[in-house]
């Protein structure tokens, strides 16, 4: 059942960016429901089988790495939802179809160990543990958004725009969606880091040191940028090479907790 509730999100995911693409592809893309629902019916199955995990673990399912890539996945879906719509940024849903996918098909081909309930659950671990990945879900948006962002700009800058560049966003509006999208990630991952502190298992502390960097570059990033010593395009660009070096570094950390 597990098996099939992923496969089915994996599908939705699929199917939001094929319309997409294809809609491109002929020229007449317009922001509509098809790629929201298709997106909302992947995130709810993503929640169906984190569920399901998580009633088998009797803990939040995040114990190994293609646990917590699913999570990621899921929480990005979530943060789209949320501003998507509201932002008319429809076409963002191109660019979180694929690496909510790619997080997914990742999580499908990792070698997995049998579910076991696990027993003696700090609830301040459970929550330092999901709230960081929901962070993560805002700060990888934040990446995408970024991204369109770069891809905008150049699209202006260039004499003869390519058809996407009316369906992306004004770069005013992607870059204020960057800065609010980094400052929502960095206040869940900084509510993160205090559970984990006020948590009575301790926490390795090479774990420690690796999320505080994370934490250390954003709040620069995030200071720096609403202060005006760095442009839309650099922090654009600090939002993506940020958020890469945190993807290259969760299997370090989620190894790192699971040792602890």
């Known amino acids: 059942m597990e098996r099939a509730a992923l496969i089915g999100s994996s599908l939705c995911y699929l199917f939001a960016l094929g319309h ?14 098809f790629n929201v629902a298709a997106i909302a019916a992947g995130a709810a199955l ?20 293609p646990q917590v890539l699913v999570f990621l996945g899921w929480s990005m879906a979530l943060f789209y939802l949320a501003i998507g719509p509201s932002y ?13 996918l790619i997080l997914q098909g990742a999580a499908m081909v990792l070698p997995t ?21 929901v962070a993560y879900g805002a700060l990888g948006l934040s990446c995408i958004a970024g991204l ?5 700009e150049r699209q202006l800058k260039s004499r003869r725009p390519s058809a996407i560049f009316h369906d992306l966003p004004p770069v005013a509006t992607l870059a204020a969606t960057v800065r609010r999208l980094l400052l929502a990630g960095f206040v869940v991952l900084s509510v993160s880091f205090a559970a984990g502190f006020l ?11 690796f999320s505080a960097l994370i934490w250390l570059l954003y709040a620069g990033l995030l200071v720096d940028s609403w202060s005006g010593r760095l442009g839309n395009r650099r922090t654009a660009q600090g ?20 040792l602890g």
Not at 46 to 60: D, E, F, I, K, V
Not at 148 to 152: A, D, I, K, N, T
Request: hydrophobic residues 50%.
């Open 20 to 33: 997409t693409l294809f809609s491109l592809f002929k020229g007449r893309f317009r922001p509509g429901r």
């Open 46 to 65: 993503q929640g169906w089988y984190l569920t399901l995990l998580g009633s088998q673990l009797h803990a939040c399912p995040i114990r190994n790495l």
């Open 88 to 100: 008319r940024l429809s076409l963002m849903g191109a660019f979180t179809a694929p690496v909510v």
């Open 113 to 133: 160990e049998p579910l076991e309930a696990v027993r003696g659950v700090d609830p301040w671990i459970e929550t330092h543990a999901s709230l960081s990945l």
């Open 148 to 152: 369109m962002y770069l891809v905008q």
């Open 199 to 209: 948590a009575l298992t301790p926490i390795p502390k090479v774990k420690i040191c």
């Open 239 to 258: 939002a993506i090479l940020v958020f890469l070096l945190a993807l290259l570094l969760l299997p370090v950390i989620q190894r790192l907790s699971t």
